[in-house]
């Protein structure tokens, strides 16, 4: 028997209390859930630029926003489901029939942290501030025509309406966003200045919200240690979380991160090294729930207005060249879902996206492509990779430059540091790199509008295609569901043909944690929702 | 009292002197930093539909929108009111960071050391005193292992064997069990903070937490400080006023300790002046391994992450280090040896 000095600590301390007649502090341990993390919170408003993917998993415990996504079994856990919305501080809601009004009514016993009810005034302030301040929240709101404060009414103390300009099939949808907090505002206005009438400032370090969780100590880079608020009412049927007390660590070393759970005194991590989950799952120590992140897909882009990659053919040969399956078996073990192999050709069977894509590898269609191009000799290029993905992507990269080589295609590798690479990116200096993308609201002509439209920073092809543009504009509207599916697979069938970026798989979402933990959802913000969890 | 004053002004001039090197050294990090090819701002605007509205922001509040001179003068018009700027990665001030973080560094290397030094003194000394002997092999052997081995291979052995199958040693995440409440911030030093509210939980806690990278990081500066040892010793052994003492029958365990060993320690003070700097910043590694919230990892992070602030900040800081401990060398070169005088 391993006896371990917090074991020693836990069995005389019970031992102590039970003698007095209180097991609370073995209990506690039981009601603690300990997280360990690579990443850092660094903000407490979510909404600030330059916020962590941690920050947003935080500020869903400590605000609630008006209504949220509902959940769907798989085997071993849940996922989220954006198209069964609940009410989270709303306790009802109706959307007009021809869309311009949304009118949601506030939960009567709903509270803030320190005791004071929500009302709609609180709720417009909120969503005021997302509109009008400048952070986050302002250009997620802009892609569901939310622009301007006049859009949200107080009717009544407890209701509110919000108002669209057109009817938006994302109005809804994303008001359930990490970003849609809603906020104290009697206590946040007590902090606003001239300069700052939104409180940013105060709210970087203080929270102002209603959520299942308060914050009991924050050190940024350390740890996070969360309470429960045990006046929370906006859970699914009013119930409160399992755990009284989450603990957020920031263990830099993912090797660590595995030990730590793997020995039981760490409960749950999300981001261990794809390559230690079959061994872990093997020995057996610990429960791992894998499911292919649903709302994401890693790709390769090729910048579509940089040459050689301007010519159609030129994507078409390399796509036809890629040795997928071993890629993705090198690359990820097989752990995810393949975004490879689709047996369709003008059209997708669904208006469904990211889906199996019409890629297959054929060297001697790539050798044809390439000379249809004008290239029958090959030409040099380089592929690019961050070193923060480095562990995935390198297997990628050569099986890339050793299967372009086949055809001719000479690729020298660059590794670069995130910041560079993400630089490059943004200005759109490389030909041809991997990389990773999600959307938090999965829809079709979302990500077709995200990822492949318009001079920003996420079009990683540079793709500029008409009839896509003018989809993704008309889509966004388009409240009759069949006609809305035809636009999808249009718009799907077209990337399938012009291959502006190639289309790899969605590698799973791992969360590792101990046997007993129970009731794990992989969140399409991919953070942990410790609402859910219970130890069995 | 004359030699304390000597002393005072000496350290006086001495930090007088180093300004001009601390000035350089700002203004060469602040340089080094903006050649890199990332951009900070595109780095942090990273959330989904974060555009070039998001960069622009960012750039602003770093700073970044104005050009280099512009942003210099800034930059040092900050650290003359001793404002370091603020981190992006953690979004709080950066002197703020360090100084909740230095102790922790301070803590373990001044740990590391003292077990080092506790360690290869002796060490040397037999080595020396036995000559090609087999404790003198073995000395080596221990040394080569010591200093062949990278910090985090040793590191993440002695987890793997201490935590993960003796489980003799706490869970490796930073410097106290979370589970055990921290003592109140009198130092910043957990190990001294605890004794002085008499909290010996936390103690012994703190303590049991930082024995394994102490350990590690003792283990990587072993070599430098047992070989000068040895070298030194072997070299003052065979001096006149040793076979005088010896002739003058002084007792071995004399003229060993007090006339042998206080001449040559000279140069391992001077070693461990140097190794005690190097391992203040090099020790990344170990606090990575270890979940150490030192300041080097915090400063590798920002590096990665081209978060300016942080990163010149350390240096500065490094520098400023480098500086007190010099200082701290030649007065102790002063107690070593009387007739040594550093101006």
């Given at each position: 028997m391993h006896l371990t000095r917090r074991d020693l600590f836990a069995t005389t301390a019970g031992a102590a209390l039970a003698a007095a007649g209180t097991p609370a502090l073995a209990q506690s341990r039981a009601e603690t859930l300990r997280q360990v993390t690579g990443n850092a919170i660094n903000t407490l408003d979510l909404t600030m630029p330059g916020s962590t993917r941690e920050s947003f998993g935080l500020a869903m415990h400590t605000y609630d926003r008006l209504v949220a996504f509902g959940r769907k079994p798989v085997p071993g856990g849940f996922v989220f489901d954006h198209t069964n919305i609940r009410g989270e501080l709303a306790e009802s809601f109706t959307v007009s029939p021809d869309g311009l009004k949304i009118t949601l009514k506030l939960r009567r016993n709903a509270k803030f942290h320190d005791?004071?009810?929500?009302?709609?005034?609180?709720?417009?302030?909120?969503?005021?501030?997302?509109?009008?301040?400048?952070?986050?929240?302002?250009?997620?709101?802009?892609?569901?025509?939310?622009?301007?404060?006049?859009?949200?009414?107080?009717?009544?103390?407890?209701?509110?309406?919000?108002?669209?300009?057109?009817?938006?099939?994302?109005?809804?949808?994303?008001?359930?966003?990490?970003?849609?907090?809603?906020?104290?505002?009697?206590?946040?206005?007590?902090h606003a200045t001239a300069d700052d009438p939104?409180?940013?400032n105060w709210m970087k370090e203080n929270t102002a919200g209603s959520g299942a969780y308060t914050v009991e100590s924050f050190k940024p880079g350390e740890q996070v240690v969360l309470r429960r608020n045990d006046n929370w009412t906006q859970g699914v049927d009013g119930k409160l979380p399992y755990f009284r007390r989450i603990i957020s660590q920031t263990v830099p070393e993912a090797a660590t991160r595995a030990n730590l759970i793997e020995r039981g005194d760490a409960d749950l991590s999300i981001d261990l090294l794809a390559s230690d989950i079959p061994a872990l799952q093997q020995r057996g120590r610990v429960k791992v729930f894998g499911t292919p992140i649903a709302n994401g897909f890693t790709h390769i882009a090729m910048n579509t207005r940089?040459?050689?990659?301007?010519?159609?053919?030129?994507?078409?040969?390399?796509?036809?060249?890629?040795?997928?399956?071993?890629?993705?078996?090198?690359?990820?073990?097989?752990?995810?879902?393949?975004?490879?192999?689709?047996?369709?050709?003008?059209?997708?069977?669904?208006?469904?996206?990211?889906?199996?894509?019409?890629?297959?590898?054929?060297?001697a269609k790539a050798k044809q492509l390439l000379t249809e191009a004008g290239f029958p000799n090959g030409f040099n290029t380089t592929f690019a990779l961050s070193a923060s993905q480095a562990a995935a992507n390198e297997p990628v990269g050569a099986l890339l430059k050793e299967a372009l080589a086949k055809i001719g295609i000479t690729v020298e590798i660059q590794k670069l540091p995130d910041a560079q690479f993400n630089t490059f990116q943004a200005e759109k200096r490389m030909p041809m790199f991997i990389d990773g993308a999600t959307a938090w609201l999965p829809e079709t002509d979302y990500y077709l509008k995200l990822y492949f439209t318009r001079d920003q920073r996420w079009n990683f092809s540079a793709f500029n295609n008409t009839e896509v543009n003018e989809l993704t504009e008309a889509a966004q509207y388009e409240l009759d569901q069949a006609k809305y599916a035809e636009m999808c697979r249009k718009m799907v069938g077209i990337l399938g043909r012009e291959v502006p970026e190639i289309f790899l798989w969605q590698p799973n979402h791992e969360a590792v944690m101990t046997p007993k933990i129970e009731g794990y959802t992989y969140q399409y913000y991919r953070q942990i929702d410790f609402r859910d969890l219970y130890r069995s | 009292m004359a030699v304390l004053r000597s002393i005072g002004r000496r350290l006086w001039q001495r930090l007088l002197a180093s300004l001009p090197a601390l000035f350089g050294v700002a203004v060469f990090t602040f340089l080094l930093m903006r050649v890199l090819p990332g951009d900070?701002?595109?780095?942090?605007?990273?959330?989904?539909?974060?555009?070039q509205e998001e960069i622009e922001q960012i750039r602003r509040e770093m700073g970044l929108d104005k050009p280099i001179p512009v942003q210099l003068v800034n930059y040092l018009a900050d650290l003359a009111q001793g404002n370091l700027g603020r981190s992006m990665s953690t979004g709080q001030p950066v002197a703020a960071d360090l100084e909740r973080r230095l102790p922790a560094s301070l803590e373990l290397t001044l740990c590391a050391l003292i077990l080092a030094l506790s360690l290869a003194l002796p060490l040397g000394i037999l080595a020396a005193l036995r000559p090609n002997s087999l404790i003198d092999h073995g000395v080596r052997l221990l040394c080569?292992?010591?200093?062949?081995m990278p910090t985090f291979v040793s590191g993440l052995l002695l987890i793997f064997a201490f935590y993960y199958l003796l489980g003799w040693a706490p869970d490796p995440t930073g410097r106290l069990d979370v589970f055990v409440s921290t003592p109140p911030e009198v130092t910043g030093f957990l190990l001294v903070d605890a004794a002085l509210v008499?909290?010996?939980?936390?103690?012994?806690?703190?303590?049991?937490?930082?024995?394994?990278?102490?350990?590690?990081?003792a283990l990587f500066v072993l070599a430098p400080l047992a070989r000068m040892t040895r070298a030194s010793m072997l070299a003052v052994l065979t001096s006149d006023f040793i076979r005088t003492g010896e002739a003058l029958g002084l007792s071995r365990r004399r003229v060993v300790l007090v006339y042998a060993l206080r001449n040559a320690l000279l140069p391992v003070i001077t070693i461990m002046g140097i190794v005690f700097s190097t391992m203040l910043g090099a020790n990344v590694l170990v606090e990575k391994v270890f979940s150490w919230p030192g300041v080097a990892s915090y400063a590798l992070d920002a590096l990665l992450a081209s978060d300016y602030a942080p990163v010149q900040g350390f240096v500065l800081l490094m520098a400023m280090i480098f500086v007190m401990v010099n200082l701290v060398i030649d007065v102790l070169y002063g107690l070593a040896d009387p007739r040594v005088t550093v101006g």
């Open positions: 005791g004071s009810p929500v009302t709609a005034a609180d709720v417009k302030w909120s969503l005021d501030r997302h509109v009008t301040a400048n952070s986050l929240a302002k250009s997620q709101l802009q892609i569901s025509s939310y622009t301007s404060p006049d859009q949200f009414a107080v009717l009544d103390p407890m209701t509110i309406e919000v108002r669209l300009p057109k009817p938006d099939r994302r109005a809804l949808m994303n008001l359930c966003v990490p970003y849609c907090i809603i906020i104290n505002s009697t206590l946040a206005k007590k939104w409180a940013q940089m040459a050689p990659f301007d010519n159609v053919k030129v994507r078409q040969a390399i796509a036809a060249a890629l040795p997928y399956e071993d890629m993705f078996q090198a690359s990820i073990f097989g752990r995810g879902a393949r975004l490879y192999g689709g047996d369709w050709t003008e059209l997708p069977p669904t208006a469904d996206f990211p889906i199996p894509m019409p890629q297959h590898t054929n060297l | 900070p701002a595109v780095f942090f605007a990273s959330g989904p539909n974060a555009g080569t292992l010591g200093v062949c008499g909290d010996w939980e936390a103690w012994i806690a703190a303590a049991s937490q930082l024995w394994l990278p102490a350990a590690t990081m």
